[in-house]
Each structure stands twice: as structure tokens, then as C-alpha cells.
């Protein structure tokens, strides 16, 4: 692979992720480490332009490139390179997935090597943040070693309950690039200790988050980094099958073009009848009501002809379904957005 386009590409979103991250990782102080970037691929690859780790001392601190051989020269030869000197000049690397990384998978990877301190970590992170909220794009290296990217729309999916089952989800959400909110009036209920890290939880009640995020049709009220309405997906699972009916009525209310592309209610066949039957006679029209998804879930054909979704009533089997139907529709999201 002799260079690299100038033209934009797809931000990786595990990428887009951990520059992101990169102040927690490399806060002031801490000693540099070598950030190494996919600038380019060609033919079967396991990762493409934009996938970024970060190594210290021989060791991954977070990310992928994808992993195998290719991942562990790469690891090996930026610790080298950061051991000689904390601050080596950028090199590009070009590798063959073949039998000499006894890897099979038959295309060229080109990787990009550099040194990253905490102020350079910030000064990235602030480049990504300004491509987001502009919709630019984002520009690292130059020369041979450019990379143009454009940022890709992450959804927030608002878990609204922290029970059992969102307790669950959210564990299967956290392997994803999305950010994940979990709202429960109940403090002893939303503990942070009980979800992953990176997981948003909020002790307050649902309306009044709702409130606050201006999602009620009124002002915002002051809240930090309030999730957006149009990117988010609402799943509805509390302790309470009148709340869960009072949620899913805030939210269908909105005008068409101010749905929320997701709204997902849990439960059973009667109690989802009987919300149905209920939003009706508060004025949810037929068309909000083509809005609310539920039951929630990877569907299946059953042997009456009726879907239903996969798994079965563990919690661990509910949320796994769950996350599922989540990608499937937010991939097509994605796509329509982009």
C-alpha cells in the first residue's frame, strides 16, 4: 500500500470512542504512550481506517486494531519505538495479513505509530468534540500519514428502570460505542456500583428527567449533557406498569417529526393490550401509537405464525434479546442519518 486518500472516511465508531476517552486515560501527569491508527486497508482486513489503541510499557491500554499478530507487532514495535523516546517522530507501517503474521486473511493494512501525551490526548479529544457538534470532519497526521474522517452519529439508548432486566442491558450495552443512561426514582436501585463504567445513572424520577432534558416541550432546564430526543432510543422497563404508561405517553405524544426513533415498552401480552387500550383513550393517535414498540426484542416466527422475541424470561435472556433488535435498528438508523 503505497499512500493514503485525502478523502473522508467513515469515523470508526470504537475509534471515535477511545479518542474520546483519551483525558481519562492519559490524565495530567501521566507518562506519554503511543496512540497507533488504521490510516488505511485493503482487501479482507479485520479493521478498518480509524481503528486506534493505545500501548504503554508493551502492554494494550484500550482499544483494537483487530486483534492477532497484526495487533501484537503493532503493540511490540510502538512500545520500541516509545522506549527509545517519549516523543519519536510519527511512522507508517504496512503490513501484509498473510503467513508471515500467520494471519490468513489475504489484505494490506497501514498503520500509523505516534507518541501521545496528556496534552496532546486533550487537544485530539477537543478536535473530535468540534467535528461532532459542527458536523467537520476530523483530521489526524499529514502527508503519507493522513487520516480524514467523518464523525458518525452515536444514538444514547435511555433505559428508564434500573431493575433486574435493565441491570442486564445496560452490562450488554457497555460493549457498544453508544452512550447508556439508566433513570430510576429509586436511589437504592440506581447505584452506580451495580452498572459498568461508562454507564449514566440518574437517581430521579422519569418525568422529571424528561422535564429537565426539554423533552416535555418546554426549556431545558440546566442538567449536564442532557441526551438529545432525536437520537435516542427509550426503553421502557420500571418497577411500575402505571409509570411505564405515563413514560410511553410523554414520549408518543411528540409531533411526527419529533418522535424519538425508538420507543420500547416491556412486558406481557395483557399488560401491552392494556396500554394500548389506555394510550388510546388519552389521545395517543393510531399513527404515535405505529411508534411504540412492544413487546421489546428480537422477534421470531412461532409456530401459530404470531412473532414473538427470542430468548425467555431470565434477565440475561430478555436483555440479550433487547440489545439485539437495538443494533439491527440502529444500524439502520445510522445509515438513513449519515
Avoid at 296 to 309: D, E, F, M, V
Wanted: aromatic share 4%.
Amino acid at each position: 500500500m503505497t499512500g493514503v486518500s485525502a478523502a473522508a472516511v467513515r469515523m470508526d465508531p470504537d475509534g471515535a470512542q477511545l479518542v474520546a476517552s483519551l483525558p481519562s486515560l492519559l490524565p495530567a501527569g501521566a507518562p506519554p504512550a503511543a496512540l497507533v491508527t488504521v490510516v488505511a486497508a485493503q482487501g479482507s482486513a479485520p479493521r478498518g481506517p480509524g481503528a486506534r489503541m493505545v500501548v504503554r510499557g508493551g502492554k494494550l491500554l484500550a482499544g483494537t486494531i483487530g486483534g492477532g499478530h497484526l495487533e501484537q507487532l503493532a503493540t511490540d514495535e510502538a512500545s520500541d519505538l516509545l522506549a527509545k523516546s517519549p516523543n519519536f517522530q510519527p511512522v507508517m507501517r504496512d503490513w501484509a495479513l498473510g503467513p508471515a503474521l500467520a494471519q490468513c486473511c489475504g489484505g494490506r493494512v497501514a498503520v500509523r505509530l505516534e507518541p501521545i501525551s496528556s496534552a496532546s490526548a486533550r487537544t485530539l479529544t477537543q478536535a473530535l468534540n468540534l467535528a461532532q457538534s459542527t458536523d467537520g470532519l476530523f483530521q489526524t497526521g499529514e502527508g503519507p500519514h493522513l487520516l480524514v474522517e467523518r464523525p458518525v452519529l452515536q444514538p444514547s439508548v435511555v433505559i428508564f428502570g434500573a431493575g433486574h432486566v435493565a441491570r442486564a442491558l445496560a452490562h450488554v450495552l457497555a460493549v457498544h460505542p453508544w452512550r447508556v443512561v439508566v433513570v430510576d426514582e429509586r436511589p437504592d436501585w440506581a447505584d452506580p456500583g451495580a452498572f459498568c463504567v461508562g454507564t449514566e445513572v440518574r437517581a430521579t424520577a422519569p418525568l422529571a428527567a424528561l422535564q429537565q432534558w426539554g423533552w416535555l416541550g418546554g426549556d431545558q432546564q440546566p442538567t449536564p449533557s442532557p441526551p438529545l430526543l432525536s437520537q435516542s432510543f427509550a426503553v421502557i422497563m420500571t418497577h411500575d406498569h402505571e409509570l411505564d404508561r405515563q413514560i410511553a405517553w410523554a414520549l408518543l405524544r411528540h409531533e411526527a417529526d419529533q418522535h424519538l426513533p425508538y420507543v420500547g415498552v416491556i412486558g406481557s401480552k395483557t399488560k401491552i393490550a392494556t396500554l394500548h387500550r389506555r394510550l388510546a383513550g388519552q389521545g395517543i393517535t393510531p399513527a404515535q401509537l405505529q411508534h411504540l414498540t412492544a413487546p421489546i426484542g428480537l422477534l421470531r416466527p412461532a409456530a401459530n405464525g404470531q412473532p414473538r422475541p427470542i430468548g425467555g424470561k431470565r434477565p440475561g435472556e430478555i436483555a440479550t434479546s433487547v440489545a439485539a433488535d437495538l443494533m439491527l435498528r440502529i444500524a439502520t438508523w445510522t445509515e438513513a442519518a449519515q
